[in-house]
Every structure is written in C-alpha cells, then in structure tokens.
C-alpha cells in the first residue's frame, strides 16, 4: 500500500502531465492541482496530530511535581 509520500509525488507527476498535455487552464488540470492541495493539507493535519499525540504521550510520562 502507498503511503502519504508516494501518493504525493504521484499527484505531482499527474499534474506536470496533465499541465503539459492540456494547459494549466484545463478543468481536470485544476482538478488535480486541487486534489495535491487537499493531500498536502490533509498530510499536514496528520502529521500536526502525530506531534500533538507525541508530546501528550511524552507530557503524560513525566513525573507529576505538584505538591
């Protein structure tokens, strides 16, 4: 299965096709530069979530020092 790095350079490589075989102005070439905007936003949010689980996980090891 692909993970998020290939499906993104996958995009990528379709949209350089589809721009040089039908224009930049082409409604499947806008299609498919707003579908790698939507992976990449999508692959942010994810890796922005893994951080956050990440630090709760590291925070919740911690020993408590209240008193």
Request: hydrophobic letters at 30%.
């Amino acid at each position: 299965m692909p993970g998020t790095q290939d499906v993104l350079e996958l995009f990528e490589e379709v949209l350089a096709d589809r721009e040089r075989l039908l224009g930049p102005d082409h409604p499947d070439t806008l299609a498919t530069r707003n579908n790698l905007s939507r992976a990449r936003e999508d692959d942010d949010a994810v890796q922005q979530r893994s951080t956050a689980t990440s630090t709760t996980a590291d925070d919740s090891q911690q020993p408590s020092t209240a008193d």
